[in-house]
C-alpha cells in the first residue's frame, strides 16, 4: 500500500465521519447515511490494502 493511497482512503472514511455527525446534527437523513456509506467505502479500502499487504511478504 503506497501511502498516497493510504492517506487516501483515511481521508475518505473521515469525510464521511464528518459526514455522518454533521446530518445526525442537523437531522439530515440523506446527508447521515452518504456518510455511513462514505465511511464504510473507505474503511473497507483500508482493509483490503492492509489485507494486501499481509500477503505481499
Known amino acids: ?6 492517506v487516501a482512503h483515511k481521508a475518505e472514511a473521515a ?3 464528518m459526514k455522518k455527525a454533521f ?3 442537523t437531522g439530515n437523513t ?3 447515511v452518504e456518510g ?3 465511511q ?3 474503511n473497507t479500502k ?3 490494502d492492509k489485507l494486501k499487504d499481509a500477503f505481499k511478504h
Request: proline share 0%.
Open 23 to 25: 446530518g445526525r446534527a
Open 15 to 17: 469525510v464521511g465521519s
Open 30 to 32: 440523506r446527508l447521515r
Open 1 to 6: 500500500m503506497s501511502f498516497g493511497s493510504e
Open 40 to 42: 464504510f467505502k473507505g
Open 36 to 38: 455511513r456509506a462514505g
Open 46 to 48: 483500508q482493509a483490503g
